[in-house]
């Protein structure tokens, strides 16, 4: 917080505060600043190249069924939880993403959510996925470590 007050009092910008560079300490912080990570995430968003829902928004459009929901996490973590009520959700762990998707995402103008523990992985499919070519692709905010409303676990029926 520290940090944050003296950089906004000397006006940084948020390109300053994605290039910030704090005394790396591995009992404090990572080798990379969270201030440096939210301004980072934030230029992402502001570019485009992120394109996230936030769990809110997504609890609506859930009850829609106009979406798939992609959860890149592995198959033990999906099958231990995951976001219940999802009409359209398959699991496909990350690294088979460019690989598979073309096999089980087949219209390319779907909407598609992508969805993980944290959305380290969510953002990765993503920006995956549009490369490939899939024209609406989101990642959950936060993905399951945020998501506050339901969730189920053991086998999904099909």
């Given at each position: 917080?520290?940090?944050?007050a003296?950089?906004?009092?000397?006006?940084?910008?948020?390109?300053?505060?994605?290039?910030?560079?704090?005394?790396?300490?591995?009992?404090f912080?990572?080798?990379?600043?969270?201030?440096?990570?939210?301004a980072?995430?934030?230029?992402?968003?502001?570019?485009?190249?992120?394109?996230?829902?936030?769990?809110?928004?997504?609890?609506?459009?859930?009850?829609?069924?106009?979406?798939?929901?992609?959860?890149?996490?592995t198959?033990?973590?999906?099958?231990?939880?995951r976001?219940?009520g999802?009409?359209?959700?398959?699991?496909l762990p990350?690294?088979?993403v460019?690989?598979?998707?073309?096999?089980?995402?087949?219209?390319?103008?779907?909407k598609?959510?992508?969805?993980?523990?944290?959305?380290l992985?969510?953002?990765?499919?993503?920006?995956?996925?549009?490369?490939?070519?899939?024209?609406?692709?989101?990642?959950?905010?936060?993905?399951?470590?945020?998501?506050?409303?339901?969730?189920?676990?053991?086998?999904?029926?099909?």
């Amino acid at each position: 917080v520290d940090a944050l007050a003296a950089a906004m009092s000397f006006g940084a910008t948020l390109e300053d505060l994605s290039n910030i560079d704090f005394a790396y300490a591995p009992p404090f912080n990572g080798p990379i600043d969270n201030i440096a990570t939210a301004a980072n995430v934030l230029m992402n968003k502001i570019e485009g190249r992120l394109r996230s829902i936030n769990p809110k928004d997504f609890k609506e459009l859930r009850k829609s069924g106009e979406y798939t929901l992609v959860d890149v996490r592995t198959t033990g973590e999906y099958k231990s939880n995951r976001i219940a009520g999802c009409a359209n959700i398959i699991n496909l762990p990350l690294g088979k993403v460019r690989s598979e998707a073309e096999n089980v995402l087949a219209d390319k103008d779907a909407k598609l959510v992508c969805s993980c523990q944290i959305n380290l992985r969510g953002y990765e499919a993503e920006t995956m996925l549009r490369a490939l070519g899939y024209k609406n692709v989101q990642s959950l905010e936060g993905s399951m470590s945020s998501w506050p409303y339901e969730t189920e676990s053991g086998e999904k029926k099909e």
